[in-house]
């Protein structure tokens, strides 16, 4: 199994990926709706024997949300309960990694529109695991949470 030490360790990396939301105005204020994603993460951090690599996909199949319409900004919140994060290399005995049970949130701000059509903004996204599955061992839970951030850009196409 992958000792939880190495779960503890910090890497940094790179993200990119593409998500899908739907919702409907509540009145002249509020948005409701779902949202999903898929991402590929690349870690930048050095890997090495002491230090995993967490080059993986990470996949939340729907998350409800809610929004605040301002004039020209949108500020939207995701909370996420569902799908997991999945180690693309080995862990050292040969089996795959997937942490599941995650719980977290993304919260967005975006601002004007690009050619009256693209809103550009920023994120940020917490999210904590609470399981571990390795496919030659199965489902642990984990004593000590595995916990990820990020902040980026991200721009919206609107129909």
């Not at 030490?5 to 940094?12: F, M, P, T, V």
């Not at 061992?137 to 595995?146: D, I, N, Y």
Request: aromatic share 14%; net charge positive.
């Amino acid at each position: 199994m992958l000792d939880h030490s190495s779960l503890n360790e910090s890497a940094q990396g790179a993200t990119r990926g593409i998500g899908f939301t739907i919702g409907s105005r509540v009145g002249s204020l509020f948005i409701v709706g779902f949202t999903t994603d898929y991402r590929w993460l690349s870690q930048t951090s050095s890997v090495d024997d002491t230090h995993p690599n967490f080059t993986g996909k990470r996949f939340v199949p729907i998350a409800p949300l809610i929004g605040l319409k301002l004039s020209d900004y949108l500020f939207k919140i995701d909370y996420q309960t569902l799908g997991n994060f999945e180690v693309s290399k080995s862990v050292p005995e040969g089996g795959r990694l997937k942490l599941s049970d995650p719980v977290g949130f993304r919260f967005s701000a975006l601002f004007d529109r690009l050619f009256n059509k693209y809103p550009w903004g920023v994120y940020y996204e917490s999210t904590t695991y609470n399981k571990k599955v390795e496919s030659n061992v199965g489902e642990v839970t984990l004593t000590s949470k595995f916990s990820t951030w990020q902040i980026g850009a991200t721009i919206a196409v609107i129909f």
